[in-house]
């Protein structure tokens, strides 16, 4: 009977933790509405620690609700990054949201001619982090990281989704030959 009450009370401390992660996830996306107060949530969950996804339907322009769109919100060392259905023509979304993160990282398609696409990574904590999570990782003469080449932008754009919620630190995506 004891273990039954503390396999209990551990289910609703965890559930309580995940709680307050949506609930700050639904703020930050909230902020980011045309009309936040209008906002609806549905579908939410937290698949990694550091991510929440669900959908939400706000009003727009004119009034009228917009319909439900796909979110991943994704929480960094130092505040929240978001990703919108509707802007994403790769379904990153979906993917972050449905596929552990490790095995998203394990497909991810380097390109060996060091040009073209890359997650720029924003953090001092140096690139051998990165690697050992199994990215490639460099850093610029000027102190920059860098994850890449891929092979096209959706790899690259999936790489730094994947360091954001891996590792926390804010990343973006750049193209640029050598």
């Given at each position: 009977?004891?273990?039954?009450?503390?396999?209990?009370?551990?289910?609703?401390?965890?559930?309580?933790?995940?709680?307050?992660?949506?609930?700050?996830?639904?703020?930050?996306?909230?902020?980011?509405?045309?009309?936040?107060?209008?906002?609806?949530?549905?579908?939410?969950k937290?698949?990694?620690?550091?991510?929440?996804c669900?959908?939400?339907?706000?009003?727009?322009?004119?009034?009228?609700?917009?319909?439900?769109i796909?979110?991943?919100?994704?929480?960094?060392?130092?505040g929240w990054?978001?990703?919108?259905?509707?802007?994403?023509?790769?379904?990153?979304?979906?993917k972050?949201?449905?596929?552990?993160i490790?095995?998203?990282?394990?497909?991810?398609?380097?390109?060996?001619?060091?040009?073209?696409?890359?997650a720029?990574?924003?953090?001092?904590?140096?690139?051998?982090?990165?690697?050992?999570?199994?990215?490639?990782?460099?850093?610029?003469?000027?102190?920059s990281?860098?994850?890449?080449?891929?092979?096209?932008?959706?790899?690259?754009?999936?790489?730094?989704?994947?360091?954001?919620?891996?590792?926390?630190?804010?990343?973006?995506?750049?193209?640029?030959?050598f």
């Amino acid at each position: 009977m004891r273990k039954v009450a503390i396999i209990a009370i551990s289910a609703l401390l965890l559930s309580a933790c995940g709680n307050s992660e949506i609930k700050s996830a639904r703020e930050f996306v909230k902020s980011n509405l045309k009309d936040p107060d209008s906002a609806q949530f549905k579908d939410e969950k937290s698949p990694s620690d550091r991510i929440v996804c669900g959908m939400v339907n706000s009003k727009n322009e004119f009034g009228g609700y917009s319909g439900f769109i796909e979110y991943a919100a994704i929480h960094l060392k130092d505040g929240w990054s978001l990703r919108l259905g509707r802007d994403d023509k790769y379904g990153l979304v979906r993917k972050v949201c449905n596929t552990p993160i490790d095995d998203l990282i394990r497909t991810l398609r380097y390109n060996d001619t060091k040009d073209e696409w890359f997650a720029k990574v924003y953090s001092n904590s140096g690139a051998s982090e990165l690697n050992s999570l199994g990215l490639k990782a460099y850093m610029s003469k000027t102190g920059s990281i860098y994850v890449g080449p891929f092979e096209n932008v959706e790899n690259a754009e999936l790489a730094a989704i994947s360091i954001s919620v891996r590792t926390g630190m804010a990343s973006s995506v750049s193209q640029w030959k050598f």
